[in-house]
């Protein structure tokens, strides 16, 4: 049935040039439709009301207004698709910093000394409550890049 809407769509528009529509069905029950009625079938005449050519100015008027749409749409799309793009960068961004975040949670958990080493090359190592606010620390990392 929608090819036969198509059919009869199309054959409306390039009538609408030609100004005769014949309508038949032929011996398979297929319904037809042309600017030229068949030799073999009785065909029904239909009447097609062609829209008024408008005149050169309002055509291009309207040329014009859908050109300015079309290129609204493209600036849309376009702003659209680069704010997808910074957002997921974005998410990625804090996706990467959430890892590392827990793997240096999990290291300063699993690791009893930890150190960190100097300008002059010597190590420095932590005591217990230097330990426990690296981990505090590292707890608010995973919080502020794990949680959205």
Known sequence: ????????????????????VYKWTDENGQTHFSQFPPATAPAENIEVNAPKAA???QATEQLQKMRQQLQ??????????????????????????????????????NNGRIYRTLENGEREWYDEKGRENLIKD???????????
Do not use: P, W
């Not at 049935?1 to 198509?6: A, F, G, K, Q, Y």
């Not at 659209?80 to 949670?105: D, F, G, I, P, V």
């Open 1 to 20: 049935m929608r090819v036969i809407t198509s059919l009869f769509t199309l054959f409306l528009l390039a009538s609408a040039h030609a100004g005769q």
């Open 72 to 109: 609204e749409q493209v600036v849309d799309r376009t702003t659209e698709s680069e704010e997808e793009k910074q957002a997921a960068e974005e998410a990625q961004r804090m996706a990467e910093n959430c890892k590392k975040a827990k793997q240096r949670l999990t290291d300063l958990k």
């Open 138 to 148: 590292a707890q608010k990392d995973v919080t502020k890049y794990c949680s959205k």
């Open 55 to 57: 005149n050169s100015k």
